[in-house]
């Protein structure tokens, strides 16, 4: 799981906590898991955990029948529609324009003939020294140093008068 992910899922579930904080919950947060132990007095205790890849999604356990468990996971679902919407409204972040001002670019090459710029540079041996640096920590990667300038600054200008 990527580390963003994860973060993100961790939003979800302190949401989700807090949301049941309002209700009268106690949440509890379980160490180095994607877990909260949900308590409440009079009532059975659940465990509110994100269950990774086929699953991939929120579950409330023991699984049972139980009104108060459907009712807490309704409240749960809500909670979720709700933080899920919220994100669809938010403005994507947009890529960053490239530098040009630094020329000599590391680029990693990907699969399907992409590419990522890694690192940008004034001079080509400070960005060769960067590839080797790079080479020696990440082998299985392949990085390139090429000269890269905008497409515009390419074309030549021709202000040559017809007669």
């Known amino acids: 799981?990527?580390?963003?992910?994860?973060?993100?899922?961790?939003?979800?579930?302190?949401?989700?906590?807090?949301?049941?904080?309002?209700?009268?919950?106690?949440?509890?947060?379980?160490?180095?898991?994607?877990?909260?132990k949900l308590c409440k007095?009079?009532?059975?205790?659940?465990?509110?955990?994100?269950?990774?890849?086929?699953?991939s999604n929120w579950t409330l356990m023991p699984n049972d029948t139980s009104p108060q468990r459907e009712q807490l996971w309704q409240l749960i679902e809500r909670t979720l529609t709700s933080i899920r919407e919220e994100v669809m409204k938010m403005p994507k972040r947009t890529s960053q324009a490239e530098d040009?001002?630094?020329?000599?670019?590391?680029?990693?090459l990907l699969p399907e003939a992409r590419r990522y710029t890694v690192a940008r540079f004034f001079h080509r041996q400070d960005a060769e020294d960067h590839r080797r640096f790079l080479n020696r920590f990440?082998?299985?990667?392949?990085?390139?140093?090429?000269?890269?300038?905008?497409?515009?600054?390419?074309?030549?200008?021709?202000?040559q008068k017809d007669d």
């Open 41 to 55: 007095e009079g009532q059975e205790d659940y465990v509110l955990t994100w269950l990774p890849t086929p699953i």
């Open 138 to 159: 990440m082998p299985a990667a392949e990085f390139e140093v090429l000269f890269d300038v905008p497409n515009e600054q390419l074309q030549p200008t021709t202000n």
């Open 1 to 36: 799981m990527k580390h963003s992910d994860w973060l993100r899922l961790q939003s979800e579930g302190e949401s989700i906590c807090a949301t049941m904080r309002q209700q009268g919950y106690l949440c509890r947060k379980q160490t180095r898991h994607l877990s909260w």
């Open 100 to 108: 040009y001002s630094r020329p000599w670019a590391i680029i990693r």
